[in-house]
């Protein structure tokens, strides 16, 4: 088989030692010392709690930290646990660190995660982010349970965040692929969900490992794959998301993951969205948005300044990817004041629609598309800012409901500009 | 002496004639080559202008920004231009193999010549078609980085890098055709040590308050500023 090459000779002995599995619960790592340890104890109580007949393994997939990660995940012990809760497990609880071949990288994690689940045949496979503090203890059952117990084959996680937080995955990622797909998917790329033993081993033999952009990006490819494979999808609301202090957004290489593997989808899977209309709501446990309303400290004027530059220098790239009026549309945008900005969503929807056809036809180098989309972005998220300055939690809700609801409209341009050969 | 004249005459028309019909046969197959050569080479550039189609030689050449040099030279576009090339230098052999069997003193030489330049007229093609490609891709690659890191002068960035691939390129084609080899390096090896003098001046004396910043923004409140930028994207 394809994982027996995949994976190292010690971790496949280790894993032919745990024997089949109900659940596996997947952690991929890379220098996470600093938050890993609340997040392993509330893997351990989550399992002790809700699952301790079923059997279970914990998969450490490591991009080889330096800061004594996987030696905190192999030395956290569950007799802690069970001391404090006074719930034993009846299975043995096994938890496996390894390091996996090749330079860090989220994809290759979650590949070895992926391998491991379909050697074990685990029924359910979940995986969480190292970076998740604000983890709680029913996290874990709250994604296993539609998987384990309704036979739901991608569980997919919804957040309570501050409402100027994942401005990308509100104004780009959930519009666009809901647009796209017809699936309403809150969390297309998604750090912590769970997955299916089939859809697992479905995954792990796909094409999208063999290139990096598949790698960087394959929590989009998966929730594509669901989506185009007919698997049964659902959503759960879990808790507060909060992204960790060290790591300040590298947005190009953000862009890169999401928005770069959102378009490479498209080439392959345009017999199943072309003709789609419209969206679907996904069933969802729990709320299907929450939205806190902390004020966020924006440099205003430094978002508009990198607009503005952006589109001015960009000019000769942008005039090989968007339309004439897109771009005179924008120049005209750029000279506004704060007071007045506003990148409408309309012309937004225009400009990413025509990025993606511009990726399609490979009009350039496909990453410089990408990179040359973050300025736009940037205007976008000023705009998705100045609206919801003063906006309470239902306001910012029908703020993204009205994009999705336009990018919906724009689709039938989509199409248009994607079989323009010009 | 009239008859002297006419047997003079007579004597120089058959020697022409006898010359003619001597020469007749050759200039018969030197014509028959270049029609056979004129059929091979069209051949020829139907061939590559359909590899070229195949092969999307035009949105190479898009992206190298030899279609807008083209474009403003009003020339044809770059896959015409190509095969058309391969057409002509395919029937210029041809029609010089055919002079080739007139047996001309002198003339063989430089048809050996001719086809012995030949390769290094392709190999400085190919070095111009990748330094254009090269230029053009780094000099994006270069604005989109600058861009998107707030650098101020992306476009003189850009440019600087574009230009300087670009005489790279230049400077390797001049040495495979021989064409003032000398020269050449020495104007580029002046060339780019001046730009990176005046790089360097510009940077230590003229922007030493930027650098100043520059280095202070990246040492000492990178993280601080960040945070207060960027909106949170995922």
Known sequence: ?422 | MREIIVAELTKAVTELTQEFAHYLPRLVVMLIIALIGWIIAYVFKALARSILRLTRFSKLSENAGATRLLNQAALPSSTELVSRFVFWVAWVGFVLLGVSVLGIAGLQEYISRFFLFLPRVFVALVILFFGLLAASFFSRAALLAAVNANFRSSRLLSISVRIIISIFALSMVFEVLGVAEQTMLIAFGTAFGAIMLALAIAFGLGGKDLARVFLEKRLISSKKEEKEDELSPL
């Open chain 1, 1 to 422: 088989m394809a994982e027996e090459t995949l994976l190292a000779d010690d971790f496949l002995r280790q894993l032919i030692n745990v024997g089949e599995v109900d659940i596996l619960v997947g952690l991929p790592t890379h220098n996470n010392a600093g938050t890993i340890e609340p997040v392993i104890r509330a893997i351990q109580a989550g399992i002790l709690k809700c699952f301790p007949r079923e059997r279970t393994v914990i998969i450490n997939a490591d991009g080889g930290s330096r800061d004594g990660t996987t030696e905190l995940v192999t030395r956290a012990s569950i007799d802690d646990m069970w001391n404090a809760s006074k719930v034993y497990a009846l299975r043995t609880l096994h938890s496996i660190s390894t390091q996996y071949a090749g330079t860090p990288e989220p994809g290759l994690a979650l590949r070895t995660i992926f391998a491991a689940a379909d050697l074990l045949r685990a029924r359910a496979c979940v995986v969480l982010s190292p970076e998740s503090t604000t983890i709680e203890t029913d996290w874990l059952q709250r994604l296993v349970r539609p998987v384990y117990d309704d036979n739901f084959d991608l569980v997919s996680p919804i957040y309570r965040r501050q409402k100027f937080e994942g401005v990308l995955m509100r104004n780009l990622l959930y519009p666009m692929t809901r647009a796209i797909y017809g699936c309403r998917v809150r969390e297309p790329y998604a750090s912590e969900f769970a997955i299916s033993g089939r859809l697992a081993t479905d995954f792990l033999n796909r094409e999208i490992w063999n290139d990096e952009l598949g790698r960087d990006g394959a929590e989009i490819f998966l929730t594509v794959a669901a989506i185009t494979g007919q698997y049964r999808i659902c959503q759960t609301f879990l808790g507060t998301k909060v992204q960790p202090p060290r790591s300040a957004p590298d947005l190009v290489a953000a862009m890169r993951h999401t928005v770069g593997a959102l378009f490479s989808s498209l080439d392959g899977n345009f017999s199943f969205w072309s003709p789609i209309t419209g969206s679907q709501p996904v069933p969802t446990l729990g709320a299907d948005s929450e939205v806190t309303v902390e004020p966020a400290r924006v440099n205003r004027k430094r978002l508009r300044e990198m607009f503005a530059t952006g589109v001015a220098e960009l000019e000769p790239v942008f005039q090989s990817i968007l339309s004439a009026s897109t771009l005179s549309e924008l120049q005209r945008i750029a000279q506004l004041e704060i007071d007045e900005f506003n990148y409408p969503a309309e012309l937004w929807a225009r400009t990413v629609f025509e990025f993606a056809a511009a990726y399609h036809r490979s009009v350039m180098n496909r990453d410089h598309i990408v990179q040359a989309l973050v300025p736009l972005y940037r205007g976008r998220s000023l705009t998705f800012l100045l609206e919801n300055r003063e906006a309470n939690a239902e306001d910012v809700e029908r703020s993204v409901e009205s994009l999705c609801g336009e990018f919906e409209r724009m689709k039938p341009y989509l199409l248009e500009v994607w079989a323009d050969r010009k």
